[in-house]
């Protein structure tokens, strides 16, 4: 079964600095999804890839999939503590119904 | 345009009990999915349903929990005779007729004493 690896599990960066959330898959992937949740609340949809290479942008916050659609990152620039949560990435392996998750990176935004 | 809906939002039970969570996916959204978010544990897939139809439920524990789409009225996802190891938080999901992204509402929080 598919499974994904997020790193780090845990990341506590300064207001103003950039950072990167790593997510791996077992398997190659049909599409790649990230959503952040709050402590406490629901998942907010961020952005979903599917095309290898693919790169997308919203706001401050940059996500890539690689060429072999099995790897994929988050780049936020200029952190601010808005982007504090837990981010998740999902994929969806075969096109079908369920998105399996990764564990989280709980990310901590110091003033 | 609302997005999915779920309540309660809290949920108190004693064990033996019974819970009922109630999802009203986002309006033109046929497809529903319930997640199960466990303390300390990632989000684990559960029941995929359509109107009046069960689509995938492997996710689902194989006794006391049922979940069902009617043709009217919001999805429910019910548990019987609960237990301390059912205490987590639900959410639920929903994408458009063409599977596309799923959007998740603000989850269930069931506490079970």
């Known amino acids: 079964s598919q499974e994904l690896e997020q790193s780090p599990q845990s990341l506590i960066v300064q207001e103003g600095k950039n950072l990167t959330i790593n997510c791996t898959s077992s398997?190659?992937?049909?599409?790649l999804y990230w959503y952040k949740q709050k402590y406490g609340e629901g998942l907010i949809f961020l952005m979903m890839?599917?095309?290898?290479?693919e790169e997308k942008s919203h706001e401050k916050i940059t996500a890539k999939l690689d060429e072999k659609k099995q790897q994929s990152s988050l780049h936020i620039t200029a952190s601010q503590p808005s982007h504090a949560g837990i981010y998740l990435c999902?994929?969806?392996?075969?096109?079908?119904?369920?998105?399996?998750f990764g564990k989280g990176t709980r990310l901590h935004i110091l003033p | 345009n609302a997005g999915v809906m779920q309540n309660p939002r809290h949920l108190v039970r004693r064990r033996g009990q019974e819970a009922r969570l109630r999802c009203s996916p986002m309006?033109?959204?046929?497809?529903v999915y319930w997640y199960r978010q466990l303390p300390e544990e990632g989000l684990k897939f559960m029941v995929y349903?359509?109107?009046?139809?069960?689509?995938?439920e492997s996710g689902m524990p194989k006794e006391r929990f049922s979940a069902e789409f009617p043709k009217e009225g919001p999805s429910i996802l019910r548990i019987q005779q609960v237990v301390r190891g059912d205490s987590a938080a639900y959410f639920c999901?929903?994408?458009?007729?063409?599977?596309?992204?799923?959007?998740f509402g603000p989850g269930t929080r069931l506490t079970v004493l």
């Open positions: 999901a929903s994408s458009p007729p063409v599977l596309d992204t799923q959007y």
């Open positions: 398997k190659t992937l049909y599409g």
């Open positions: 309006k033109g959204h046929s497809h």
């Open positions: 890839l599917q095309k290898g290479g």
């Open positions: 349903l359509q109107k009046e139809n069960i689509i995938d």
């Open positions: 999902g994929a969806d392996g075969n096109r079908d119904d369920k998105i399996i």
